[in-house]
């Protein structure tokens, strides 16, 4: 007998999609029954609870969440999130309901061994209901007690060798697309990259520092899987400088209906014969593309790199071997001033393992001093760069300008000119100047 | 239940203290067959729905079985999900950016029995529990935020409207018969944890009334000049506000200019602004992050409120679905929903999809909004 009823959660029951609800109500009835007799460190009943509250929500529309709490591990400032229930007296399995953001190995692979060390340790101490994953990219683990945040952290970093993410103003946890591990289009590791860079930036994602959030994302190519262009103060996007791979048997084959156009994506609808003309070169935004005599051409020097010609041919096209990363900065969801897309900064840098990423270090760390002098309270990077100019940044990182960097040139002809920019400078004697023009 | 010690001593925190040694290595994560082909896969092919074959050069293969998930999941879940990994795939599983789970084989007459495993399965309300598609084009999970389950700023619910939003386009998780692949994302609230737009159909929660003020309590709990700063457009200031007899430090909000992004509340616990009939639903359409033909987009507000309608949202899901469908009939091949608006015009974009066009799809909101309106007499009747 469940200890609330929910009858309005209990239609999310029906339908073919995964119900949370079921979910929940399994883990509440495996935590009732208790066959394995575990010693649990939080109450018994706390996914009653919350399907309780959560059927209230469902009933008064709106949330039983209470503001914020600042709770935490010793010496950390992100990685907990402090959160409590504005009806404890209703709902006392969940008065104390703490996040915790595990820090996700890159590329999201995991050995079941791992799995399930992680879940006997939320079972024991938290509240066993996890989101896999959370937005950021983060393991989540929902709920559990101020109590029990210190021996969660120390379980983890002593018997799993593993460590919380980010949370509040620092470094958050970066995030990757699954790269080379699994895809042929992928121009640099992205796994290694990531990796390399939460390990460096340790005390970044674990100690306030910073103005606001600051995100790392890592998309292996144009086609941004882990969608960094949009929603990373600094995306890494891989790219290639050479001329695309062309199999010119495989184009044929293609031509021929003898290989599925765009890997066998759009198999579920009868689009006709494939047609090269129309499906790729008519597509491409270039244009620098044509086929002729059976082969298939591309003006390389053209090409924006759009992955279409490639998406749609995989057989045939592959990226050039001259790769790299182009990097992308100051994208941002709307909060405060409107969205953000990232903005192109570094057109192309090699992504060098030899040397410890240290280009890639070079303007991360140009960046960041800006940043900390500059921003104010809650200013992501892409606000900052809107309010001081893009001339700043460059300044800051020491890159100069290319045509690669606007898509179009200035508008108007306010240039802020520097004084040392001018000939003589800006400091004039009046005098003089009255000496050939009358007052 | 008796309190049972890790080995964390409180007297003393940094006895044995183990920081910063960051996450687990991905290498020690990778199945045999992806460590050994690691940066020499070829190409890849989508075999059926959900399932994915990569050939590498030196001959090998991997399918993968995609399946979906509810982000919010229980371990007893997980324990599952280890179960079929350790049955089928050597004890190896990985997760995708929108919470979809895979399981992964290294040859192909291992993939008929876990896709029967994994179909087969079944929560006690009758849902599937491992659903296998996602792939190409067709649509795939819907990343989310926490909503009621556990955030304290939301204007809507999470895994409930994303339940009810998936059940009603199912088909196209698990088939590919649309122009391109078409990304449904949900944020709970304006502060956008999800970072929701430019998604081909975003689904936002969102306040409509400005906040209550706690005149008692905000002077205790927040700092004014904080909470003043917060608001993008500048509608708090400060007042001395009369409180049982007594004078108090608060705040007065000018409603009119408040845009309710609800900014001052993250800062200020005195500032609520959830409502249940304030509180809803704005959809959002035509957003993309790929590169691909043309370049990454803001997805633009179609439908600037729909109520929320706990369980099941019906208005939300009806109206995706009828996104989803125009666009389905009226697109061409490799274009995303995006391209289709942009190519066929907005003003047939709203006459084909039958959404109302409002005055609250007129942006107002400072410099961007004139880079919204027509400046040309290039328009369609």
Redesign the interface.
């Known amino acids: 007998m469940a200890k609330h009823e929910t009858p309005?959660?209990?239609?999310?029951?029906?339908?073919?999609?995964?119900?949370?609800?079921?979910?929940?109500?399994?883990?509440a009835e495996?935590r009732a029954k208790n066959a394995n007799n575990i010693?649990?460190?939080?109450?018994?009943d706390v996914?009653e609870d919350?399907l309780g509250v959560?059927e209230l929500?469902?009933?008064?529309?709106?949330?039983?969440?209470?503001?914020?709490g600042i709770v935490g591990v010793?010496?950390?400032g992100g990685g907990v999130i402090g959160?409590y229930c504005d009806q404890p007296e209703k709902f006392p399995g969940v008065a104390h309901?703490h996040?915790l953001r595990v820090?996700?190995?890159?590329?999201?692979?995991?050995?079941?061994?791992?799995?399930?060390q992680?879940?006997d340790l939320?079972?024991?101490r938290g509240s066993?209901?996890?989101?896999?994953?959370g937005?950021?990219?983060d393991i989540i683990f929902?709920?559990t007690t101020t109590?029990q945040l210190?021996?969660?952290?120390?379980?983890l970093?002593?018997n799993?060798?593993?460590?919380l993410?980010g949370s509040g103003s620092n470094l958050r946890t970066p995030?990757d697309?699954?790269g080379?591990?699994?895809?042929?289009y992928?121009c640099y590791?992205t796994?290694d990259l990531c990796?390399h860079l939460?390990?460096e930036y340790?005390?970044e994602?674990?100690r306030p520092a910073f103005p606001y959030k600051f995100k790392f994302k890592f998309d292996g190519c144009?086609?941004?899987?882990?969608?960094?262009?949009?929603?990373a103060d600094m995306s890494f996007?891989g790219t290639w400088k050479d001329d695309i791979r062309i199999d010119q048997e495989a184009v044929k084959a293609y031509v021929a209906g003898e290989l599925?156009p765009?890997?066998?994506?759009?198999?579920?609808?009868d689009?006709g014969k494939f047609d090269i003309q129309k499906?790729v070169i008519d597509?491409c935004?270039t244009k620098c593309m044509w086929y002729e005599n059976g082969k298939l051409e591309i003006d390389n020097k053209e090409c924006t790199?759009?992955?279409?010609c490639i998406?749609?041919m995989?057989?045939a096209l592959r990226p050039g071997k001259q790769t790299g990363c182009s990097i992308l900065v100051g994208a941002?969801?709307?909060?405060?001033?409107?969205?953000q897309?990232g903005s192109l900064l570094v057109p192309f840098v090699e992504v060098n393992k030899d040397n410890d990423y240290q280009e890639i270090k070079d303007v991360i760390e140009a960046i960041w001093d800006w940043w900390m002098e500059e921003g104010k309270?809650?200013e992501r990077l892409g606000e900052l760069m809107k309010r001081q100019g893009f001339q700043k940044l460059l300044e800051v990182t020491g890159i100069d300008p290319v045509p690669q960097h606007v898509q179009e040139p200035r508008h108007n002809p306010y240039i802020f000119w520097k004084e040392e920019e001018v000939e003589g400078g800006w400091e004039r004697d009046i005098n003089e100047f009255r000496k050939h023009h009358l007052r | 239940m008796a309190f049972i010690s890790s080995g964390y001593d409180p007297e003393n925190p940094m006895k044995d203290r183990i920081t910063d040694i960051g996450p687990r290595n991905y290498e020690e994560f990778y199945p045999p067959v992806i460590k050994n082909n690691k940066g020499k896969w070829l190409y890849h092919e989508v075999l059926q729905p959900g399932v994915l074959v990569h050939v590498s050069e030196t001959g090998d293969e991997v399918y993968t079985v995609r399946v979906g998930g509810a982000r919010l999941m229980s371990i007893s879940l997980v324990r599952e999900i280890c179960e079929i990994a350790d049955k089928h795939c050597g004890g190896y599983v990985r997760w995708t950016t929108r919470n979809n789970v895979e399981f992964m084989v290294d040859s192909k007459d291992k993939v008929q029995p876990l896709i029967d495993d994994l179909q087969g399965r079944k929560f006690a309300g009758g849902s599937y529990k491992f659903p296998v598609g996602g792939t190409g084009a067709g649509i795939t999970n819907i990343i989310h935020t926490q909503g009621w389950i556990h955030c304290h700023t939301p204007a809507t619910d999470a895994s409930g409207p994303v339940k009810s939003v998936m059940d009603e386009v199912f088909e196209d998780f698990q088939n590919m018969r649309l122009p391109a692949h078409l990304r449904i994302s949900l944020a709970c609230c304006l502060n956008m944890c999800g970072a929701v737009h430019c998604s081909d159909i975003a689904i936002l929660g969102y306040h409509r009334k400005p906040p209550m003020v706690d005149h008692e309590y905000l002077d205790k709990m927040c700092e004014i000049p904080l909470a003043i700063a917060s608001c993008p457009t500048a509608a708090i200031k400060p007042k001395k506000v009369e409180v049982g007899g007594k004078t108090v430090n608060s705040v007065e909000v000018n409603q009119s200019r408040c845009m309710f992004c609800g900014n001052c509340y993250t800062m200020c616990p005195c500032l609520p602004l959830a409502d249940k009939e304030g509180d809803g639903i704005v959809l959002m359409v035509g957003g993309k992050v790929s590169n691909r033909i043309s370049a990454p987009k803001f997805s633009k507000v179609a439908v600037a409120f729909i109520p929320n309608e706990p369980p099941r949202w019906p208005k939300t899901a009806e109206t995706i679905k009828k996104i989803v469908e125009t666009y389905a009939a009226d697109a061409n091949k490799y274009e995303r929903l995006g391209e289709w608006a942009e190519r066929i015009g907005w003003e047939r974009f709203f006459e084909k999809t039958g959404l109302e066009f409002t005055h609250h799809l007129i942006d107002d909101f400072r410099d961007p909004a004139y880079y919204t309106w027509r400046q040309t007499s290039q328009f369609k009747f």
């Not at chain 1, 010693?39 to 018994?44: G, L």
């Not at chain 1, 929500?57 to 914020?68: A, L």
């Not at chain 1, 066993?128 to 994953?133: A, D, E």
């Open positions: 309005l959660l209990d239609q999310l029951e029906s339908g073919p999609w995964p119900s949370f609800v079921s979910d929940m109500k399994q883990e495996s010693n649990y460190q939080i109450p018994v996914v919350l959560l929500s469902y009933k008064d529309g709106e949330t039983h969440w209470k503001h914020g010793f010496g950390y959160r309901f996040t820090n996700q190995p890159s590329g999201k692979f995991y050995t079941t061994e791992y799995l399930k992680l879940c939320w079972e024991m066993g209901i996890t989101n896999m994953h937005s950021t990219g929902l709920g109590k210190e021996e969660i952290f120390f379980e970093t002593h799993l060798n593993q460590d993410g995030a697309c699954i080379a591990a699994r895809c042929e992928a590791d796994q990796n939460t390990q340790q005390d994602l674990h144009p086609n941004c899987c882990v969608a960094s262009i949009a929603r996007i599925k765009n890997a066998g994506a759009h198999a579920g609808r689009w499906e597509l935004p790199r759009c992955m279409h998406n749609v995989p057989r941002k969801a709307p909060i405060l001033d409107g969205a897309m309270n809650r």
